[in-house]
């Protein structure tokens, strides 16, 4: 079995038609008892139970809420508690910083990170080492 590869194989391809075919096929379900009346189902098919029609449009406004709900506040909520506080030096610096290496005269700098003193001296300092705005 080949492993963490997209390219279709017969198991996935079976198991994918499948899941269409299936989904399809309780959508259709699900359209039938939502629109058709209920002394139709009845009287034509014999089926003498069905769920009220309220949980036809019910069960997809939860959904939708649920997943509104996910998305605009627990999943920002999760990020937010997994984000360090920004006087953390993981906020400045991690294993992936590249630190800035020797440059060649009359060539071009080597990819790196710019150190955070370095931005608050351009940034907030004048030439004459005084605090610009001051």
């Known amino acids: 079995m080949p492993e963490h590869t997209p390219a279709p194989y017969t198991?996935?391809?079976?198991?994918?038609?499948?899941?269409?075919?299936?989904?399809?096929?309780?959508?259709?379900?699900?359209l039938v008892w939502a629109i058709v009346p209920d002394n139709l189902?009845?009287?034509?098919?014999?089926?003498?139970?069905?769920?009220?029609k309220y949980w036809a449009v019910?069960?997809?406004?939860?959904?939708?809420?649920?997943?509104?709900?996910?998305a605009f506040l627990?999943?920002?909520?999760?990020?937010?508690?997994?984000?360090?506080?920004?006087?953390?030096?993981?906020?400045?610096?991690?294993k992936f910083s590249l630190n800035t290496a020797d440059k060649v005269p009359g060539g071009i700098p080597p990819v790196s990170d710019i150190p955070i003193t370095q931005i608050c001296r351009q940034l907030y300092l004048?030439?004459?080492?005084?605090m610009k705005n001051a």
């Open 11 to 30: 198991p996935r391809s079976v198991y994918g038609y499948a899941l269409f075919v299936g989904s399809n096929m309780l959508f259709l379900l699900y």
């Open 41 to 52: 189902l009845q009287e034509k098919f014999g089926l003498t139970y069905w769920p009220l």
């Open 58 to 70: 019910a069960i997809p406004i939860w959904a939708l809420t649920a997943t509104a709900l996910f």
């Open 74 to 94: 627990i999943y920002p909520a999760i990020n937010l508690l997994m984000t360090p506080d920004i006087d953390d030096i993981r906020t400045i610096r991690d």
């Open 126 to 130: 004048r030439p004459d080492g005084k």
